[in-house]
């Protein structure tokens, strides 16, 4: 059987394969290993793609009680989902992906903007994406990390140097005067 899991439904069900959790936990483990950084994951996803897999028997919950607290789903993860994760992971790393990114997105609706907005805003984009990058390479130079993380953290320094890259030589492309004092010919009003 193939089964074809979404990035979202990969992570949480290699959360519960690590750890049998609830819902809460795996939250906060999703914020304590910074996945937010690099997949799109909010709480009320949690919870629904947590019953999407229990419908598909990838995951079982079932209802406990700790002390004073409220009953909880604790997930497991089952046989099916083992199988469906070593697959998934099979297939996500030896697949190449396309790339949605916002970037990509302002770049094919900037004929909107002078070239000195432009200018700007690319400036902006790179300070923050070299600021991003002096922060990942910190973490990685003083993390005791699992090497998974770590392998993580060094592949986002990569994007982020190859981005860094990019926008310096797009920025050259940008007629010289947009980035004096005196700014570029003004484009009719809008």
């Given at each position: 059987?193939?089964?074809?899991?979404?990035?979202?439904?990969?992570?949480?069900?290699?959360?519960?394969?690590?750890?049998?959790s609830y819902?809460?936990?795996?939250?906060?483990?999703?914020?304590?290993?910074?996945?937010?950084?690099?997949?799109?994951?909010?709480?009320?996803?949690?919870?629904?793609?947590?019953?999407?897999?229990?419908?598909?028997?990838?995951?079982?919950?079932?209802?406990?009680?700790?002390?004073s607290m409220?009953?909880?789903?604790?997930?497991?993860?089952?046989?099916?989902?083992?199988?469906?994760?070593?697959?998934?992971?099979?297939?996500?790393?030896?697949?190449?992906?396309?790339?949605?990114?916002?970037?990509n997105v302002?770049?094919?609706?900037?004929?909107?903007?002078?070239?000195?907005?432009?200018?700007?805003?690319?400036?902006?984009?790179?300070?923050?994406?070299?600021?991003?990058?002096?922060?990942?390479?910190?973490?990685?130079?003083?993390?005791?990390?699992?090497?998974?993380?770590?392998?993580?953290?060094?592949?986002?320094?990569?994007?982020?140097?190859?981005?860094?890259?990019?926008?310096?030589?797009?920025?050259?492309?940008?007629?010289?005067?947009?980035?004096?004092?005196?700014?570029?010919?003004?484009?009719?009003?809008?």
């Open positions: 059987m193939e089964y074809r899991l979404s990035n979202i439904e990969v992570i949480l069900l290699s959360i519960v394969n690590e750890k049998p819902a809460y936990e795996i939250d906060k483990t999703i914020d304590l290993r910074e996945m937010r950084r690099w997949v799109r994951v909010g709480v009320a996803s949690i919870y629904q793609v947590l019953k999407k897999l229990e419908e598909r028997n990838l995951v079982y919950s079932q209802r406990e009680k700790e002390g409220p009953e909880r789903k604790r997930y497991y993860v089952t046989d099916d989902g083992k199988t469906a994760l070593v697959e998934q992971s099979k297939r996500l790393l030896s697949s190449l992906e396309w790339y949605y990114l916002d970037l302002g770049l094919e609706t900037s004929d909107l903007l002078t070239p000195e907005e432009m200018a700007e805003c690319l400036t902006k984009r790179l300070a923050r994406v070299q600021l991003n990058k002096k922060r990942l390479e910190e973490m990685y130079a003083t993390g005791n990390d699992k090497a998974k993380k770590k392998a993580v953290i060094k592949n986002l320094i990569n994007f982020r140097g190859a981005e860094a890259k990019f926008l310096q030589e797009l920025l050259k492309e940008l007629p010289a005067h947009c980035h004096s004092r005196g700014g570029c010919p003004s484009r009719p009003k809008r």
